[in-house]
């Protein structure tokens, strides 16, 4: 395998391999652990298209780069790849931040595939040079709203941090698919309550949620909430979840005491089982982790064998032509991919990757229950 951390000195384009830029949040306040998990999964993929001959008898190179959930350094390292060379690029798990690369990919004509975000509108406008593997936020986070209602939470509080895009609109589709179907939603907001003043919002009559959802960017923020609440007698019995997925990293469990953080429900992006592919994958990611993967990290592999078959069937050379995602049909980690238009979605979208809520067995961390199946 060529998996280039750094450029050559020289910044020039390689003559044998065909150049993939790769995104990732690799260093704070970036979550850390997504990026390790996302790049670790980009880099089996590019070791198994390399095996196996490369690309029109070309290997794979991928040049990495660190966002640190930086949108503004996220874009610079664009342009940066584009002079390197690279004919596409990959990865990226903060939303806001993708948000900036396809914006700039979009503006410079440079194909990008988003393997992890959700934010529904990643360009301004609709655009041929972007597609996503994620499902789009409205879509699986209504998945969310809706296994909160089958579960019998009707009246949902969220505690959230207003001032992100990501948790705003967050915020509004579960408020949207909540009310929707008779439910309430009330909002706390992170930066003006401490955790034991919003308990004190959630005792009033009005106010008794039988569910707290944590909408928050930092695993210390979510565990201070998940102590207090947990630590109330007057919330004895209130169910707690975080709909971006935290619980699947490491970092969150780290981040908690003796409220480890299991049993809080969750979306991940995983068939119920795994097909013949997706095992050995499975297997292959969790020897390089050294621990079991998430999915971010089959959304890192899916991402190279998707980017794979663009090249051999459009080329491995830059163009000013946008590629043909609607062309392209790969049978992935976990399912069939391929791409379409979804109405009120910017990009090509796999519509849709396969979506469940699940949670950490409190008895068995590392076993996941599966509690609600898209």
């Known amino acids: 395998m060529s998996s280039l951390r750094q450029p050559p000195e020289t910044g020039q384009s390689s003559t044998l391999g065909i150049r993939i830029g790769a995104l990732a949040p690799l260093s704070r306040p970036g979550w850390i652990d997504a990026g390790r998990h996302l790049l670790a999964g980009l880099e089996l993929a590019v070791e ?16 990495v780069r660190d966002t640190a959930a930086d949108a503004t350094k996220a874009a610079a390292a664009v342009d940066e790849l584009a002079g390197l060379g690279v004919v596409a690029l990959a990865g990226e798990y903060h939303s806001v931040v993708a948000r900036a690369v396809a914006a700039r990919a979009d503006a410079i004509g440079l194909p ?12 301004e406008q609709p655009t041929n040079w972007v597609a996503r593997l994620a499902p789009a936020q409205s879509h699986c986070w209504s998945v969310y709203a809706d296994y909160l209602l089958s579960a019998g939470h009707s ?7 207003p001032t992100s895009v990501y948790w705003a609109s967050g915020t509004r589709i579960l408020r949207e698919r909540l009310t929707s179907r008779g439910g309430t939603v009330i909002v706390l907001n992170v930066r003006e309550l401490t955790p034991k003043a919003m308990c004190d919002e959630l005792t009033r009559g009005e106010n008794r949620a039988t569910a707290v959802l944590l909408l928050v960017s930092q695993s210390s923020t979510a565990s201070e909430i998940v102590e207090a609440v947990s630590g109330d007698e007057r919330l004895t019995g209130t169910f707690m979840g975080a709909p971006a ?5 490491a970092d969150w469990a780290m981040a908690f ?7 809080t429900p969750f979306l991940r992006y995983m068939p119920e089982s795994l097909g013949h592919r997706g095992a050995r994958v499975e297997a292959a990611l969790r020897e390089k982790l050294t621990e079991a993967p998430s999915f971010v990290a089959f959304e890192g592999y899916d991402t190279i064998l998707v980017l794979a078959e663009l090249l ?6 830059r163009t000013d032509n946008p590629p043909a995602w609607s062309d392209i049909a790969v049978d992935g980690s976990r399912g069939h991919i391929s791409f379409s238009r979804i109405p009120g979605i910017s990009v090509w979208q796999w519509a849709w990757p396969p979506i469940e809520v699940v949670d950490r067995d409190p008895a068995q961390p590392d076993r996941f229950r599966t509690l609600h199946m898209a």
């Open 312 to 317: 051999r069937t459009h080329g491995t050379d």
């Open 245 to 249: 997925g935290q619980p699947e990293l």
């Open 112 to 123: 990008y595939l988003c393997s992890s975000a959700v934010l529904d509108q990643l360009t």
């Open 155 to 161: 009246t949902v509080a969220i505690a959230a941090d």
């Open 48 to 63: 198994e298209v390399n095996n196996s001959g490369g690309v029109s008898g070309k290997p794979l190179e991928l040049l």
């Open 257 to 263: 005491g003796k409220h480890d953080g299991t049993a």
